[in-house]
């Protein structure tokens, strides 16, 4: 963390206008960081995050095909992917359950 830089940021033109530390709503804060909407962003654990689809191959048959993976061979994992303040850190959502 480089608090200096911020500091002399936060002292000139506002420019970078104040980010709140927790957003109210994931559309508050997929709309204020300009964040890719082609993704499904949603709010996981306080987190902002979107699921991230991979298949990779079954390891319950090695590819040959079984009723885990739907007999394709591949099974179809989701990853949530973070989204990122500026700073660095992970855009906190205000969770709502
Ligand atoms: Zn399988």
């Not at 979107?50 to 590819?63: A, I, L």
């Not at 040959?64 to 989204?83: Q, R």
């Amino acid at each position: 963390m480089n608090t200096e830089k911020v500091s002399k940021k936060q002292k000139g033109n506002d420019v970078n206008h104040v980010l709140p530390a927790v957003f109210d709503s994931v559309e508050h804060a997929v709309k204020t960081l300009k964040l890719d909407r082609r993704h499904k962003w949603e709010e996981w654990n306080g987190e902002l995050s979107y699921p991230y689809k991979y298949s990779h191959t079954c390891t319950g048959c090695d590819g040959g095909g079984c009723n885990e993976c739907g007999y394709h061979g591949n099974s179809i994992t989701y990853v949530p992917v973070p989204a990122f303040m500026p700073d660095g850190s992970i855009v906190k959502v205000r969770s709502l359950k």
